[in-house]
């Protein structure tokens, strides 16, 4: 069995014409692959995500920025369709092979949290380069009629589970499988579509039958929280059931019964994206 070896793209760009998206985009890809896949270390006992250097970082947002100004370009949704398609890709590849072979016991509820923190954390990450994208192309199309209105944010868990009512936004903005959202958002979207669908009968079961305590709390509200941002709808059968065996507490990494808005932040603290 052949291990793909996942590095950093060259920052060198002589190569690259930023006017082109199939120039830039395997470069790209390439980055967030690195991100996405690449082994993951450890620090003071904390998993540590491969990160992006300041100069990674810098040449995204400078080629998504060239690359969206160029005036000979009439639409820019591409590089949406090809971050929609990629994060799907993504998203069933971790489910194939993370958290699929895992047994169906308490492993598979270890294995989806594992697989989920980073698949947070990444996506997070690739939100934040994209920022621009975001800014002046995602926002215009919600603004023209193609994004999701009127959010409610207390029904999606802003402040009982979120304490930033962004990303409670982005969790009812996930849930809108048709509509044009941000990147961190489509990236939630195809988590829900390619793994909590899969999964979430599986996961409630085997938390019934856990022994009742702490942990078992602790577990089903992470597991709730994690659903919940990716536009799971708070008031279907999976997420009440949920919300019953956590006690109605969400419980962060490190077992502590207060709002949670991102229990990855935690577990990579010191780690850049």
Sequence with gaps: MTTTAYTLPSVDNQNLDPQSLDSIWPWMSQLFDYRFFAPSTTNDGKEVYPRATIAHKTMTYDLVFKWTTTPTIPSHTALYEKLETYFGDVSRRIYEEQILPAAKNQALLDAYLSAWKRYDYCTNA???????????????????????????????????????????????????????????????????????????EQVVGILGEAEDGDEKKKLAGQIR?????????P????????????GEGVATAAGEEKPASSTTAEATEGAST
């Design 225 to 233: 929280t994690s659903f919940l941002a990716t536009g799971n709808d």
């Design 235 to 246: 008031t279907n059968e999976i997420m009440v059931k949920l919300r019953e065996l956590s």
């Design 126 to 200: 690739t939100d934040k380069e994209l920022n621009y994208y975001n800014r002046n192309h995602v926002t215009r199309l919600e603004d023209e009629g193609q994004g999701v209105k009127g959010v409610d944010p207390v029904k999606w868990g802003f402040p009982e589970i979120f304490t930033a009512k962004e990303d409670a936004e982005n969790a009812a903005k996930a849930a809108a499988d048709e509509a044009v959202c941000p990147i961190r958002a489509l990236g939630l979207r195809k988590w829900r579509k390619e793994v909590v669908e899969k999964v979430q």
